[in-house]
């Protein structure tokens, strides 16, 4: 199974559902929505249709990230911010974004770390407890890793939690998980546009998993590349 699509709605809603089966949502990054927006992506969408979506911040990143300029609540004790931390602010954090997943009825989660996330033993106690805690349901669970880790370490951590290792296919190699969940943000930075050579060194490396594989853009160009490259993928031609 491949499926296609963007990191947020690239274009309007009904043009992106006649050509896309998977959305991942981002404001839930930011701040999570209230329940009546999300009940009406729901019901605006084919049933067959797909939702993905951002863990809120609060539980990622720390107060200090520039990200939390976007964030509608007060901040209080900040130190209690981020990092998978076993604090009541960010189990608070879980059960929004949880919340919305539910209305969505979408089963992927992507945590996303800041690069500030490395592999000190404080930050992996923090994730063994978070995620030993929080109800898993039958979420899949993608951690994405933008710090300074090992393969091996990353690998083990994955097992270990049983989470999908989120990567950019064009950088890294996945180490583990049930399916792979590829973010594409740009060979050289988010303005890339992908070519048909990139997009067809993409296709050879999909080819070669044995796996459920989501292959999401996340670049200036989303829609567009990622419209090409499911006609590359269906045997159309590209622009």
């Not at 959305?23 to 969408?45: D, G």
């Not at 996945?174 to 070519?195: A, V």
């Amino acid at each position: 199974m491949l499926k296609i699509g963007c990191c947020g709605f690239a274009q309007g809603k009904k043009n992106y559902f006649k050509n896309f089966s998977v959305v991942e949502i981002q404001q839930t990054f930011y701040q999570p929505p209230e329940e009546k927006t999300a009940l009406k992506w729901k019901k605006e969408s084919p049933l067959d249709f797909e939702y993905t979506l951002k863990a809120w911040q609060l539980i990622t990143h720390p107060a200090s990230s520039p990200t939390y300029r976007k964030l509608k609540i007060k901040v209080k004790n900040e130190k209690n911010y981020g990092f998978f931390k076993p604090t009541e602010e960010v189990f608070f954090a879980w059960e929004e974004t949880s919340k919305i997943a539910d209305i969505l009825k979408a089963k992927i989660i992507v945590f996303q770390c800041p690069a500030s996330f490395t592999q000190e033993k404080e930050n992996i106690k923090n994730m063994e407890k978070f995620f030993k805690k929080i109800k898993r349901k039958d979420y899949i669970f993608c951690w994405e890793v933008r710090g300074n880790w090992s393969d091996e370490l990353v690998k083990e951590v994955c097992k270990d939690l049983d989470l999908v290792h989120c990567v950019d296919p064009f950088k890294n190699k996945p180490t583990f998980g049930k399916i792979n969940y590829f973010r594409l943000h740009g060979i050289t930075g988010y303005s890339y546009r992908y070519t048909e050579k990139d997009l067809k060194t993409l296709k050879e490396m999909i080819n070669k998993i044995q796996k459920p594989t989501y292959v999401m853009f996340n670049n200036v160009y989303m829609y567009e590349d990622a419209l090409n490259f499911k006609k590359l993928i269906n045997g159309e031609k590209t622009k």
